[in-house]
């Protein structure tokens, strides 16, 4: 055993830890206060980067020059996100929590058009700290002076913040206010400037920790999706809203991964492992592990994992003559389609990707709405899906019928399997550990290159001669009619009733006989059989698949089309996937900077339609309505979630 080597790994670990401390501490603090799932929050950090690099190449000649660039680089960074806070999130502190998490996803959107605006695409690496460029020698080895100044970084700002939270009566204003918000609030304390306050914390450790990381890796527009992740991990680990818990994380996940990086490739019973490569998965399956066996994390509260934060809705109704009119004149426009090639070439392929992405987006709101349980990994089972059917096809040289069959059951047992465990948890620490399932399946996709193709993905993969051309989208089109109807019959179904149930007061239900549990859990494996049969129909009509198809922007783009058409709605999220890839396919073509655009359409929708599109055209509806109505029968399908009905009753 090397031993100088083993040491040398551990100090490599303890300056990760460092740098990963920062961004997530102020993650962590950020959502104890305002209980927002900022993921723009890895923006900041790459702006933190970016700005850094500008400061310093102006002014950074001399080592007051570098860090006084690293310093402006943070406070800059928190000015920005003490803006972003005032202008957008302020006004929408009352919407549903995931609509706050589609808004700042939009923000990711369009902070990264803007670096790409301001800096260009290219890769930016920027100046070495001066006076810390050197090594010093260090069990034998020869160790970079700035990592041990980063190593010393992360316990004076754990330290710093200790004081100030404890020490100051601003910190106890923000103790409290993880406590009791709302006690907070009566007692005549500004909760608007104190949330300001956090919010321009938060993002400016992120901001300082991008720009101390500017000697060490190059200011690139992928940081924010990468980072995201790590923060993420840290912060659930730690236990939400626990800074002395984010650090300790922060140690367990840096050397974890500098143990694998020491170990490298070893070979048990003739069976070589690649430890080095865990890098990419080993923080997740830390996590999956924690939430497991203490669902709040290390440092967190119970309560913080058993509180059920799903709304509680109005009792959904059977689509009435209207509606199911609409219905049926949309699927024969859709029949009708392919016969006007000649005027719309381009209309098939685009409706036809329209088709699986609702199919797709139904699956997901069948889980978060009448289910009440929020994923961050939906993708996992879409890309099963969509694995199954090609390797059924190429590896298994099974027909292409046979494929198409068989692929969705590869995603449903995945969702046996990990639903087992992800429906014991609520809430953000659901939506974490489906998030980290979802990165363990996509890893070892991506690196199993022997049997998924590795990042080259399976390529090959079309349809029967039968199905080839327009007899492909007729068959996706049939398909997905037929999903959504069975997917609404099971909602109205016993099944659906007792789901519904469980979502809306999991203690009442227990109390009339239902195990929520287990409903939930065969929700989780319809949720996925579902997905998986939208990816066995993604990967026949593009020909080829990618570990892409189930990475994180994947399970985001699932999330985004639900909230845009409206969670509370079965037409939602309908009405979201055909928004979505409309928007997107029209933006891309219109700009170079569709991101940023598409963002502000997101950030608009969500200001203007909290409950979503279809939401807000049915609250108009019932609000037409019962103008109408007579006086009499003004409190005419009024009632709670639960016993809103005969029909939600008998549940």
Known sequence: ????????????????????????????????????????????????????????????????????????????????????????LRRIYKAPELFQLLATFALVLVINDAALWIWGAEDLLGRRAPGLTGAISLFGRQYPVYNLVLIVIGPVVLGLLWLMLTRTRWGTLVRAATQDREMLGALGVNQAWLFTGVFALGAMLAGLGGALQLPREPASLGLDLRVIGDAFVIVVVGGMGSIPGAYVAALIVAEIKALCIFIGTVSIFGITISFSKLTLV???????????????????????????????????????????????????????LPLLDHVLPYAVVLTQDILIAVLFAVSLHFLMGPGGMHSFGHAAYFGLGAYGAALLLKAASLPMEAALLFAPLAAGLGALVFGWFCVRLSGVYLAMLTLAFSQIV???????????????????????EWLSGNAFYYAALVLVALAVVAIRRVLFSPFGYALRAGRDSALRADAIGIDVKRVQWMAFVMSGLFAGLAGALFVFSKGSISPDAMAVSKSVDGLVMVLLGGIQTLVGPIVGAATFNLLQDYVMRATEYWRALFGGVILLLVLVFPQGIAGFCRQVAQAWDARRAPRGDSGKGKGGAFVGGPREKQA
Request: proline fraction near 4%.
């Open 1 to 88: 055993m090397d031993l100088t080597g083993f040491l040398a790994q551990l100090l490599n670990g303890l300056a990760e830890a460092s740098s990963l401390f920062l961004v997530a501490a102020g993650l962590s603090l950020i959502f104890g206060v305002t209980r927002i799932v900022n993921f723009a929050h890895g923006s900041l950090y790459m702006l933190g980067v970016y700005v850094a690099y500008s400061v310093v190449e102006r002014v950074g000649g001399t080592a007051l020059g570098f860090w006084f660039g690293l310093m402006a680089s943070a406070l800059a960074v928190g000015a920005i996100g003490a803006a972003i806070e005032v202008v957008l």
């Open 282 to 336: 080993v923080e997740f399956l830390f996590m999956a592990l924690v939430l497991v066996f203490r669902p709040w994390g290390l440092f967190g509260r119970p309560q913080g994992a058993s509180r059920n934060s799903a709304p509680v809705e109005a009792p959904l109704r059977p689509a009435g003559r209207g509606l199911r009119g609409w219905a049926v004149a949309l699927l024969i426009a859709l029949a009708v």
């Open 442 to 464: 996509w890893s070892v996709v991506f690196q199993w290159d022997d049997f998924t193709g590795g990042s080259n993905g399976i390529i090959g993969v079309w349809p029967a």
